[in-house]
């Protein structure tokens, strides 16, 4: 079966410093691969998706970056975190069949002070 | 464009009456619905989709979901409220022509009181 995984699963940076959120998709190959951001608590923002490796798509402008080294790994980053980063970050795939229905890992939450 | 609007931020409903959470849809062509539940710090969880056929469809934990396209709107329900489906619940859109960008509410969040 398929799973997600993403870690860390909580962070506190500071203003300024870098920032890496991983996410890794087992028992699928090829999947699209979505970065979500849920901001108090509340509705889902998507940053960025990929089709494959090395393809992204930006959704928003911002401070953040995304990119796919591998099949099943999606990376999302930051040089310089800013306050307005701070929030709980998802990563989501595509199920295999069906509609489409999104299936996501348990978030990673991110304070930055 | 696709939306999607919960015009609900909460809803109250006491354990054992029925539940109803609203939501509204916009696509241009034929709409892909879904809805996802989530419990404080953790993922969404996928409940149930609407892709074609009856427009009564039927999920996980005894959740359903009525599709009417007149009014373009794609309510959950649940004949009988557990206190355990407390969450925040988000319904879902993506175009069924299109690529699969999914656009989600702002969410409903469900309070169930014993």
């Known amino acids: 079966s398929q799973t997600i995984h993403q870690w860390p699963a909580t962070l506190v940076q500071p203003v300024g410093s870098p920032l890496s959120l991983e996410c890794t998709v087992e028992?699928?190959?090829?999947?699209?691969l979505y970065w979500y951001r849920q901001a108090a608590g509340r509705g889902l923002q998507l940053l960025f998706y990929?089709?494959?490796?090395?393809?992204i798509s930006s959704e928003v402008p911002q401070n953040l970056s995304a990119s796919r080294p591998q099949d099943r790994q999606f990376i999302l980053s930051s040089k310089k975190l800013l306050l307005s980063d701070s929030g709980f970050y998802l990563c989501?795939?595509?199920?295999?069949?069906?509609?489409?229905?999104?299936?996501f890992g348990e978030g990673s939450r991110l304070t930055v002070l | 464009a696709q939306s999607v609007a919960q015009p609900e931020d909460q809803v109250n409903v006491a354990e054992g009456n029925p539940l109803t959470v609203k939501c509204t849809y916009s696509?241009?062509?034929?709409?892909?619905l879904f809805w996802y539940v989530q419990y404080p710090n953790r993922g969404l969880q996928f409940l149930l989709k609407?892709?074609?056929?009856?427009?009564l469809v039927k999920g996980s934990y005894g959740f359903e979901a009525e599709f009417n396209k007149s009014q373009t709107s794609f309510h959950l329900k649940k004949p009988s409220a557990l206190v355990s489906d407390s969450a925040l619940y988000f319904c879902?859109?993506?175009?069924?022509?299109?690529?699969?960008?999914?656009?989600f509410g702002t969410g409903t969040k469900l309070q169930v009181i014993p």
């Open positions: 989501a795939w595509v199920g295999l069949a069906g509609a489409g229905e999104l299936f």
């Open positions: 028992g699928t190959s090829n999947p699209n």
């Open positions: 990929s089709v494959g490796i090395g393809q």
């Open positions: 696509v241009s062509g034929n709409p892909y």
């Open positions: 879902a859109v993506r175009d069924a022509g299109g690529y699969q960008k999914v656009t």
């Open positions: 609407y892709i074609t056929g009856d427009n």
